[in-house]
């Protein structure tokens, strides 16, 4: 794993907008040039609003051109106080962020690695995307068939 990866999902977590969970989490995307995207939590007064890591990284990352660089990713999570993150807990992607990672992860033409982080950064799991989003729906679902 780039070892900078979930360095730079913390420093995004301490950006994040959480003012009703008090949670924040970075996500960094890992391009096949090396080169890092990272997103942060964005939540609103209108709860169902709110945008997860994951999908703000991935957004950036989509109009930037480049969903079909991404990589791996590093997620990096935890109780939001004085502007930090705090915690023991590794912090996984939600179901809606699995859908949305596995979306690029078929542009990508990669089964993405996830690297799943507590705040402190003392937990680091390692995952693939296919064990986190078993029998996952997609583009062939729709008999679409990804061109390059
Ligand atoms: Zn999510």
């Known amino acids: 794993m780039n070892p900078s990866l979930l360095d730079a999902a913390k420093a995004a977590a301490s950006n994040a907008h959480a003012p009703y969970s008090g949670f924040g ?4 995307l890992l391009l096949d040039d090396g080169s890092i995207v990272t997103g942060c939590n964005f939540e609103n007064a ?12 991935l957004a950036t990352l989509n109009a930037q051109g480049k969903l079909r660089q991404l990589r ?3 997620i990096v999570g935890g109780a939001l106080k004085d502007g930090a993150i705090g915690g023991k807990a590794p912090v996984r992607p939600c179901g809606r962020c699995r859908q949305i990672l596995n979306e690029a992860a078929q542009l990508a033409r990669t089964d993405l690695i996830v690297h799943c982080a507590s705040a402190d950064l003392s937990v680091v ?11 996952s729906f997609g583009p062939q679902d729709l008999g679409l068939v990804q061109d390059d």
Request: hydrophobic share 45%; net charge negative; proline share 3%.
């Open 125 to 135: 799991e390692k995952h693939r995307l296919s064990d986190l989003l078993p029998f």
């Open 25 to 28: 989490v970075g996500a960094a």
């Open 72 to 74: 791996e990713v590093g």
């Open 46 to 57: 209108s709860y169902g609003l709110s945008l997860c890591a994951e999908a703000v990284a």
